[in-house]
């Protein structure tokens, strides 16, 4: 499946007892989140997004990075439908957003209120942090996070 992105949703418990066996109803469940034509399109900007981070950006992945909150999965910079969001965990469904000043213009707020909506309509919720937020209030952004990893 080269050019797809996707991810295994669901943990299957596989190997939990000697006697164990995979059943329908065991098999992971996979959530595409680009088709393959989306995804060719937009990996080399995402591959650059990930390379060249807002320091807002730097500072929020060293918290989500490796399962740092509530053992969540976060991927940066994942291509969701014809979207790149700066941060999401496929299994809770949570996509993370950084805001800087350029979101503060009229065209960009009615962009962002249009692609939040596309992005909500899939099943994903949708955080927005200021990129201040990130270095005045980090533990209120943590714990905001925190809260909306259930299981929707």
């Known amino acids: 499946m080269v050019g797809v ?13 000697e006697d164990s066996a995979m059943t329908e109803d065991d098999k992971p469940s996979i959530a595409f989140t680009s088709s393959s034509d989306q995804w060719k399109t937009l990996k080399p900007f995402a591959r ?6 807002t320091p807002a950006e730097n500072r929020l992945w060293e918290q989500l990075r490796n399962r740092g909150i509530s053992a969540a ?9 014809g979207f790149i969001v700066d941060f999401v965990c496929v ?16 065209a960009q707020k009615t962009y962002d209120e249009a692609r939040q909506q596309q992005l909500e309509e899939r099943g994903f919720r949708v955080l927005r942090f200021r990129n201040e937020q990130v270095f005045e209030n980090p533990g209120d952004v943590i714990e905001a996070i ?7």
């Open 5 to 17: 992105s996707f991810y295994i949703v669901r943990s299957c418990g596989i190997g939990e007892g």
């Open 48 to 53: 650059d997004m990930r390379r060249i981070p």
């Open 73 to 81: 999965k976060f991927r940066r910079q994942h291509a969701i439908d």
């Open 91 to 106: 299994e809770y469904k949570v996509i993370v957003e950084l805001d800087g000043t350029i979101h503060d213009q009229p």
């Open 146 to 152: 925190r809260k909306a990893l259930v299981l929707p």
